[in-house]
């Protein structure tokens, strides 16, 4: 069963965000929708779905939620310090 991890389309979500009320990224022109979707099968892999204002980024299994996880935690630190990756 696929399970919705953030919505901004609820107040609660919108809220804990910082927008002023439920944001539709599909009609308010912000707001965030995360998604995950686990495998159905042994033949099928977990996915997710980060939905924008500009569109839906699909991540395919492990390997790619584990490397946009780590490239979240990295900018996460980088925005927290105020410090830019070294070149």
């Not at 944001?23 to 099968?41: T, W």
Request: net charge negative.
């Amino acid at each position: 069963m696929d399970q919705t991890l953030i919505d901004t389309r609820s107040a609660y979500d919108a809220g804990a965000l910082g927008y002023d009320g439920p944001a539709d990224p599909a009609e308010d022109g912000e707001g965030l929708i995360v998604e995950y979707h686990p495998a159905k099968d042994e033949n099928d892999i977990p996915s997710m779905s980060l939905i924008g204002p500009n569109g839906e980024v699909a991540l395919y299994g492990l390997a790619e939620m584990r490397a946009v996880a780590k490239a979240l935690a990295e900018a996460v630190a980088m925005a927290s310090t105020g410090k830019q990756r070294a070149a």
